[in-house]
Antibody, heavy 118, light 110 residues
Framework: QLQLQESGPGLVKPSETLSLTCTVS??????????WGWIRQPPGEGLEWIGT???????YYNPSLKSRVTISVDTSNNQFSLQLNSVTAADTAVYFC??????????WGQGTLVTVSS | QPALTQPASVSGSLGQSITISCTGA?????????VSWYQQHPGKAPKLMIY???KRPSGLSNRFSGSKSGNTASLTISGLQAEDEADYYC??????????FGGGTKLTVL
């Protein structure tokens, strides 16, 4: 069964860049349905869609985050990544990566907590 | 892109049925038959329960069902069990390859 695993620093300073990687195993990032996404959840709050990428590199972002977000894909390592610039305390959240199957997210990583603090 | 509106909490007794609503707009819930529902237990990743408004992933209990009317989607859980106690989130395709989630509903099983 497909597995996804987030990795990256758990602590980021304000104004710096948050960088996370999602490694896909037991499946190929290039195989149908080919779309992958990032979703976040601030402590005690709801889910927020951040963005989605196709293995070819096409990207789609939440308009509220678009100016600060970059999602990229590395097919050779079966990974895709998230960069969020100019972070503030409001970006503190558990970040999940997930596979987009059709119009729903069917496989999720376990999530990783990123805290923005000096 | 405002979040979809869900009740903050719902409760039901063991064996009963409950329904969670998810209200959006014609630009998301009302405009597409692409509403999905996720169950999330504390400290865990969300789990897909319903997709395309009313379809269940393979192997999922038929106690879970989904529907939609206009700009409001609903998740119904019948025969409530203790393990159903969790947070539930709706999500809708919102056009132009974007998605929007609901604020979440905490289900308490009495």
């Amino acid at each position: 069964q497909l597995q996804l695993q987030e990795s990256g620093p758990g602590l980021v300073k304000p104004s710096e860049t948050l960088s996370l990687t999602c490694t896909v195993s037991r499946g190929s990032i290039s195989s149908s349905p080919n779309y992958w996404g990032w979703i976040r959840q601030p402590p005690g709050e709801g889910l927020e869609w951040i963005g989605t990428i196709h293995y070819s590199g096409s990207t789609y972002y939440n308009p509220s985050l678009k100016s600060r977000v970059t999602i990229s894909v590395d097919t050779s390592n079966n990974q895709f990544s998230l960069q969020l610039n100019s972070v503030t305390a409001a970006d503190t959240a558990v970040y999940f990566c997930a596979r987009l199957q059709g119009e729903e997210f069917d496989f999720w990583g376990q999530g990783t907590l990123v805290t923005v603090s000096s | 892109q405002p979040a979809l509106t869900q009740p903050a909490s719902v409760s039901g007794s063991l064996g009963q049925s409950i329904t969670i609503s998810c209200t959006g707009a014609s630009s998301d819930v009302g405009g597409y038959n692409f509403v999905s529902w996720y169950q999330q237990h504390p400290g865990k990743a969300p789990k897909l329960m319903i997709y395309d408004v009313s379809k269940r992933p393979s192997g999922l209990s038929n106690r879970f069902s989904g529907s939609k009317s206009g700009n409001t989607a609903s998740l119904t859980i019948s025969g409530l069990q203790a393990e159903d106690e969790a947070d539930y989130y709706c999500c809708s395709y919102a056009g132009s390859s974007t998605w929007v989630f609901g604020g979440g509903t905490k289900l308490t099983v009495l």
